[in-house]
């Protein structure tokens, strides 16, 4: 009996010896074209370090994508390995992740993995699966944040949210079994509205002129009308409280033209130092903008009101990218890096200005993109760029086959591993994409495919398709559904559309 018992323990050890740790490194809302490693732009005036060290070491997939470009659908995507409409999150509202299904933590947890989530969760219901979690309420706070604990109770922590996220993950890491493999998920609020950075990087982009993009003043022309009827541009939705910082009682009876609906909610959370601190830096600012508000055009307001967003929107990047190098100097220190898989990623993309907008939603590439970066020692080589169009139902057979588990035949992604490899053979030629949120920012329904060319999407409420010239047109400013140059591309891809809706078992449009 006894050595039955050495002989199982020997083999668990053997076992657990080679199944490889996971760290998700996640965020909310973060855009491609906000992280150096992917190039483009803003790479030197706002460049993520830490991020681009990641990915120096591992691969950065420039062709990944998300199934539904929507937070809850998104995590839950990742945590299922399915599409919207197999995991019954269709939207952030409802009733909450049905949890009695099966799920990668659950899983990786079942076959012996410490399990661990801390941060943004936004499934409504508490996670299962996990060994320990402490999660944000709904969306979260950058300030003094509450975490919801396992117990139900919700306890606030004093400072910035991304720092204490990443604060509580190694902590746990450290309290861990150091025996057993561990799945660890650490997910930040930032950069999400209301972009509110960390103090110490209030000043980062002083005396910075952020480029802008060539569709920020998008007229709509050439595409459905829907998309003049959203409310997320930052001409028309972007409050001058709320989002662009710029306070009433600033303002001494200057009228701002534009909306201005909501309180400052992270103010409102600040101690008076932190409030002391947040003024030093935008109140002399706003004075001078309100100096000369009035010799402004309309399209100078806006041209401000982008600098405002943007400075904001990277000045929260810049404590995830922060956050990112302390947990790769963690796993460096503790002799942890060489059995781990370490991923960034985030729940989608953003838009930062293009076609005018915030926001996300929309099968357009800025928020259809999810940033993935994936370093696995001794598996994935330095520095590679595969092309391969992967898409977050991936992830959850990814981490199965890693941890040389079996991929359930219910899963609808598929494992990256021989992409990581450099062994991938028939990968997928197209992806399925749906949107079925209905509200805020009005963005309406939509399903689609793209492919490595070409994009389609049909939107039921206008009985509308619209399709995109990505080669020819890749800021997607013409829709060329029904010209008859493309009448043979939109036979195929209307082909494609249909055979992914039955592929992967959609239901009828509603
Ligand atoms: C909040 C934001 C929206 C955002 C949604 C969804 N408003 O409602 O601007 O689109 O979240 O974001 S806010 O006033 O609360 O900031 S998601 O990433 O959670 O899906
Ligand atoms: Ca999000």
Redesign the pocket.
């Known amino acids: 009996m006894k050595l039955f018992a050495l002989l199982s323990f020997l083999a668990a050890t053997f076992v657990h010896a080679r199944q490889p740790n996971i760290v998700f490194l996640f965020s909310?809302?973060h855009a491609l074209r906000s992280i150096s490693a992917y190039g483009g732009d803003l790479a030197k005036i706002a460049p993520t370090p830490n991020i681009d060290r990641l990915a120096a070491s591992g691969a950065i997939f420039k062709n990944s994508f998300c199934g539904n470009s929507?937070?809850?659908p998104s995590r839950a995507t990742i945590l299922t390995g399915k599409h919207s409409h197999k995991n019954g999150f269709l939207r952030?509202s409802g009733k909450g992740l049905d949890q009695s299904q099966w799920t990668v933590p659950k899983a990786l947890q079942g076959t012996g993995y410490n399990t661990a989530v801390f941060g943004k969760w936004?499934l409504i219901s508490d996670p299962v699966g996990f060994d320990h979690w402490e999660i944000l309420p709904g969306?979260g706070s950058y300030y003094n944040p509450v975490f919801l604990q396992m117990d139900g109770s919700k306890k606030k922590f004093p400072g910035y949210c991304t720092d204490i996220t990443t604060d509580k993950a190694i902590k746990w890491l450290d309290d861990r079994d150091p025996e057993k493999p561990f799945f660890l998920m650490c997910q930040h609020k930032a950069p999400?509205?209301?972009f509110a950075p960390a103090l110490r990087h209030l000043k980062s982009f002083d005396g910075v002129t952020i480029p802008e993009p060539p569709s920020l003043f998008d007229d709509y022309s050439n595409r459905s009308k829907s998309l003049s009827e959203n409310e997320m541009e930052i001409d028309r939705h972007f409050h001058w409280t709320y989002d662009a910082k710029v306070r009433k009682n600033e303002r001494k009876g200057i009228e701002l033209p534009g909306p201005d609906r909501y309180g400052m909610a992270e103010y409102g959370r600040m101690n008076p130092g932190q409030k002391k601190e947040w003024d030093a830096h935008f109140v002399p600012e706003n004075q001078a903008f309100l100096k000369k508000v009035g010799s402004m055009s309309h399209k100078e307001i806006v041209q401000w009101k982008y600098q405002r967003y943007m400075k904001n929107y990277l000045g929260t990047v810049k404590a995830v990218d922060d956050s990112v190098g302390k947990m790769l100097d963690y796993l460096d220190k503790n002799g942890l890096t060489e059995n781990t898989i370490v991923i960034y990623a985030s729940?989608q993309g953003f838009y930062l200005g293009e076609h005018g907008w915030y926001?996300k939603r929309w099968m357009f590439e800025e928020s259809f993109k999810m940033p993935f970066v994936i370093r696995w020692p001794g598996v994935t080589k330095a520095g590679s760029r595969p092309q391969e169009m992967i898409q977050n139902i991936d992830y959850a057979p990814t981490f199965l086959e890693a941890a040389g588990l079996k991929i359930p035949a219910e899963i609808q992604g598929k494992s990256i591993v021989p992409t990581l490899k450099g062994e991938s053979k028939d990968w997928r030629k197209s992806l399925y994409y749906s949107y079925y949120e209905k509200g805020?920012?009005n963005v309406p329904q939509h399903f689609g495919v793209r492919t490595e060319t070409h994009k389609l999407f049909f939107l039921p409420g206008s009985d509308e398709w619209q399709m995109f010239d990505l080669v020819n047109d890749p800021q997607e400013m013409k829709s060329v559904y029904g010209q008859p140059e493309y009448a043979e591309v939109q036979k195929e891809l209307t082909k494609e559309f249909h055979r992914l809706r039955t592929h992967y078992e959609a239901p009828p449009f509603k």
């Open positions: 909310d809302d929507i937070c809850g952030n936004h969306q999400h509205r209301t729940d926001d805020e920012h």
